[in-house]
């Protein structure tokens, strides 16, 4: 988690929106509580076909600013290899 939140960071600094999703993380980790991790593994599960194809969208506007996408490419790995099984 820790280091999509870095990655996603960085491309909101080269897309001028650091400020604003800082903003955002923050309030949604400070929102989250022990059912957190259930509705996060259903989820990323369930939605997985979906957010394989989020991913491997947002690999490409990472590179297009400049952004090395590592952990977005590696979630769109997993979501694609959930999505098969």
Do not use: K
């Amino acid at each position: 988690m820790s280091a999509s939140i870095v990655e996603a960071l960085e491309a909101a600094r080269a897309a001028g929106l650091e400020d604003w999703l800082a903003g955002h993380i923050a309030e949604e980790l400070a929102q989250q509580d022990a059912s957190a991790l259930t509705r996060i593994v259903t989820g990323t599960r369930r939605h997985a076909i979906r957010r394989g194809h989020e991913m491997a969208a947002a690999a490409e506007m990472l590179t297009d600013l400049g952004v090395e996408p590592i952990m977005a490419a590696a979630s769109r790995h997993l979501h694609e290899r959930l999505a098969a099984e």
